[in-house]
C-alpha cells in the first residue's frame, strides 16, 4: 500500500496558520482505516506487512516564516512601537542581511535555516508527533490471520504496522535538498521529529529528468525507485512547469523569483504595518493570513476587503486605504530593485521581470477600488476555474511515454485531479493525478465577489495505490476532504 500527499505547507506561526493537528489525527484514523481494507486479498484476511507515505514536497515550509527579515539570533536591535518592541528588518548590503537566495556557502545561511526549522517542528510538534507515532508502529495494528484467512478478533497479540515516510522536495523546502555536510544535520533532526526513513543526504527532487540536456544532476533515491517501480507510479512536485518557482537552468539547488516575491512582499507586509505607530498590532494579524486566500488571483481582493472592514469598523484609525497600499506599493518598488531580482532580468527581452515591473507600476497609479474592479473584469473566469491543471505536462513525463508508469503524480497546485491520459490492451489505463494539498483556506464567496467576502476551511486530500493482491484488488483510490 502506497499513499502519496503533498503540500501541506507546515510553518512556523509568523505568517500564515498551519494546518492543524486535527488533520494528522484525521489521516491517521483513515490511514489505519485504508490499511485494513488493503489486508482483505482475493477474499481472505491477511494483515498487509508494508505501508509506504511519499511527502511530495512542500511539506516543512522555512519559506514561509519572517524569521530571515531578522538577523542572526543574538544580533537583534529593536525598535519600540506604541510601547512594544519589534526587531529592526535588515536591508540588503548591511551586516546580518541573509535571505532564501543568499548563497548557501554563507555563513549565515545554514544556521538561519537550523533557526526556521527548529521553530516549524516546534510550532507542529503534535503534529509530527502523530507521523512518529505511525512510523514507529503506534497507530496502525492488526489481528492475526487464522489459517483458514479469517481475523482472529480473540487473541490478545496483536500485529503493529510501522509507516514509512519518504521526503521529496519542492518549490517552499528546497533547501533540504542542499548538499554538503553543513545542512546534513538539520535533515537529521527533521528525520527524528519526523519519522522518516530518508538517509540524512540531499533529500530527493527530480528522480528522472524530463529534458537529459539540463546540467543539474538528477537524484537517487533507491526506497522511492523501487517504490515507483513496484506500484507504476511516478512523482514529481511540479514546480519545474513553473518559471516563477523554478529555474530550469540551474535546477533546484537555487532560489527563484517566486521566493523573493514571497519574502519581500507577502511576508513582510505585516510585519511593515506592525512598526506604523497609528496601527494596532493585532488588527495587523489579520494580514498573515495573505497566503491562505484562495483563489490566489482574490489576494488583492482579500488584501482590500480586509482594509475596508477594519475601516467601516472605526478599528483603523489616523491612516487611510491608500497608505496602507502605499506600503504594499513600495514593497513591491524594494522587491523590484533587489540584486537578486534585478540579475533575473533578461536585456533586449520581454521576460517575467518586465512584466512584473510593469504590473507594479500600473498598480502604483490606481486605487484600491480600481485594482479589485480590474481583477474582477480580467480574471472573473479563472477566479472560478480553479488554479490551472498540469495535464499537459503529464502527456510529455517520460515515465509516460514509455509506459514505465502508469499513474503520474504531481502536486504544487493545490488543485487535486483525477484525468485520464492513455488506454492500452497491454499495459490498461495511464492517469495523472495531482495530490492536492493539506491547508487552511480562506475561499472567496461566489455569491457576489465584490462584497469581497471569504470563508475559512481546512482541506485534505491525498492518492493511495494498492498492490495486486490488496483490498480486494483494488488499484488506487483518491480522497478529498474539507472540514471547519
Known amino acids: 500500500m502506497l499513499v502519496i500527499i503533498s503540500d501541506l505547507h507546515l510553518g512556523d506561526g509568523t505568517t500564515a496558520a498551519s494546518i492543524p493537528a486535527s488533520a494528522f489525527y484525521l489521516f491517521a484514523k483513515r490511514l489505519r482505516q485504508d490499511a485494513h481494507f488493503a489486508s482483505l486479498r482475493r477474499g481472505k484476511y491477511r494483515p498487509i506487512e508494508e505501508l509506504d507515505v511519499i511527502l511530495m514536497g512542500d511539506i516543512i515550509d522555512p519559506l514561509h516564516s519572517t524569521k530571515w527579515l531578522f538577523p542572526p539570533q543574538g544580533q537583534e536591535q529593536y525598535i519600540e512601537v506604541n510601547g512594544q518592541k519589534h526587531i529592526r528588518i535588515t536591508e540588503e548590503g548591511e551586516p546580518g542581511y541573509i535571505r532564501p537566495w543568499s548563497d548557501p556557502s554563507h555563513p549565515l545561511f545554514a544556521p538561519k535555516l537550523l533557526e526556521v526549522t527548529r521553530a516549524i517542528l516546534e510550532h507542529n510538534r503534535?503534529?509530527?508527533?502523530?507521523?512518529?507515532?505511525?512510523?514507529?508502529?503506534?497507530?496502525?495494528?492488526?489481528?492475526?490471520?487464522?489459517?483458514?484467512?479469517?481475523?482472529?478478533?480473540?487473541?490478545?497479540?496483536?500485529?503493529?504496522?510501522?509507516?514509512?515516510?519518504?521526503?521529496?522536495?519542492?518549490?517552499?523546502?528546497?533547501?533540504?535538498?542542499?548538499?554538503?555536510?553543513?545542512?546534513?544535520?538539520?535533515?537529521?533532526?527533521?528525520?527524528?521529529?519526523?519519522?522518516?526513513?530518508?538517509?540524512?543526504?540531499?533529500?530527493?527532487?527530480?528522480?528522472?529528468?524530463?529534458?537529459?540536456?539540463?546540467?543539474?544532476?538528477?537524484?537517487?533515491?533507491?526506497?522511492?525507485?523501487?517504490?515507483?517501480?513496484?506500484?507504476?507510479?511516478?512523482?514529481?512536485?511540479?514546480?519545474?512547469?513553473?518559471?516563477?518557482?523554478?529555474?530550469?537552468?540551474?535546477?533546484?539547488?537555487?532560489?527563484?523569483?517566486?521566493?523573493?516575491?514571497?519574502?519581500?512582499?507577502?511576508?513582510?507586509?505585516?510585519?511593515?504595518?506592525?512598526?506604523?505607530?497609528?496601527?494596532?498590532?493585532?488588527i495587523v494579524d489579520n494580514l498573515r493570513n495573505i497566503t491562505n486566500?484562495?483563489?490566489?488571483?482574490?489576494?488583492?481582493?482579500?488584501?482590500?476587503?480586509?482594509?475596508?472592514?477594519?475601516?467601516?469598523?472605526?478599528?483603523?484609525?489616523?491612516?487611510?486605504?491608500?497608505?496602507?497600499?502605499?506600503?504594499?506599493?513600495?514593497?513591491?518598488?524594494?522587491?523590484?530593485?533587489?540584486?537578486?531580482?534585478?540579475?533575473?532580468?533578461?536585456?533586449?527581452?520581454?521576460?517575467?521581470?518586465?512584466?512584473?515591473?510593469?504590473?507594479?507600476?500600473?498598480?502604483?497609479?490606481?486605487?484600491?477600488?480600481?485594482?479589485?474592479?480590474?481583477?474582477?473584469?480580467?480574471?472573473?473566469?479563472?477566479?472560478?476555474?480553479?488554479?490551472?491543471?498540469?495535464?499537459?505536462?503529464?502527456?510529455?513525463?517520460?515515465?509516460?511515454?514509455d509506459d514505465t508508469a502508469r499513474y503520474i503524480l504531481y502536486g504544487h497546485t493545490h488543485h487535486q485531479e483525477t484525468v485520464p491520459l492513455d488506454y492500452d490492451e497491454r499495459g490498461g489505463n495511464q492517469i495523472y493525478f495531482n495530490a492536492g494539498t493539506w491547508h487552511t483556506y480562506f475561499d472567496l464567496a461566489r455569491k457576489d465577489p465584490t462584497e469581497k467576502k471569504f470563508v475559512p476551511y481546512k482541506a485534505l486530500s491525498y492518492t493511495t495505490f494498492y498492490r495486486d493482491d490488496e483490498h480486494d484488488e483494488r488499484h488506487f483510490e483518491t480522497w478529498t476532504g474539507a472540514y471547519a
Open 293 to 401: 486566500v484562495r483563489p490566489a488571483l482574490a489576494t488583492p481582493l482579500w488584501i482590500s476587503g480586509q482594509i475596508t472592514r477594519l475601516a467601516q469598523e472605526h478599528r483603523i484609525t489616523g491612516v487611510n486605504e491608500r497608505e496602507l497600499k502605499k506600503v504594499w506599493d513600495d514593497l513591491s518598488d524594494k522587491f523590484i530593485n533587489l540584486k537578486f531580482v534585478r540579475s533575473k532580468d533578461i536585456p533586449f527581452k520581454l521576460d517575467i521581470v518586465d512584466k512584473m515591473q510593469a504590473a507594479i507600476k500600473i498598480s502604483k497609479l490606481i486605487s484600491l477600488d480600481t485594482l479589485d474592479k480590474l481583477i474582477y473584469k480580467l480574471q472573473n473566469r479563472r477566479l472560478f476555474g480553479g488554479e490551472g491543471s498540469f495535464t499537459q505536462f503529464a502527456l510529455n513525463e517520460p515515465a509516460f511515454q
Open 126 to 282: 503534535e503534529s509530527l508527533d502523530v507521523m512518529r507515532k505511525l512510523a514507529n508502529g503506534e497507530f496502525i495494528e492488526f489481528d492475526p490471520a487464522t489459517e483458514n484467512g479469517e481475523r482472529n478478533a480473540a487473541s490478545q497479540t496483536k500485529i503493529p504496522l510501522k509507516v514509512r515516510f519518504h521526503y521529496m522536495v519542492g518549490n517552499h523546502d528546497w533547501y533540504y535538498h542542499l548538499p554538503g555536510d553543513t545542512f546534513d544535520p538539520i535533515r537529521r533532526e527533521l528525520i527524528e521529529a519526523m519519522g522518516l526513513s530518508n538517509p540524512p543526504g540531499p533529500f530527493p527532487y527530480d528522480l528522472r529528468k524530463i529534458d537529459p540536456s539540463r546540467e543539474w544532476k538528477q537524484d537517487e533515491a533507491p526506497q522511492i525507485e523501487r517504490l515507483f517501480n513496484e506500484y507504476k507510479v511516478f512523482c514529481r512536485h511540479g514546480d519545474c512547469f513553473d518559471s516563477f518557482n523554478f529555474n530550469p537552468l540551474l535546477g533546484r539547488d537555487h532560489a527563484t523569483l517566486g521566493d523573493a516575491f514571497t519574502m519581500e512582499v507577502c511576508n513582510r507586509y505585516p510585519e511593515e504595518l506592525k512598526r506604523r505607530p497609528e496601527l494596532n498590532p493585532e
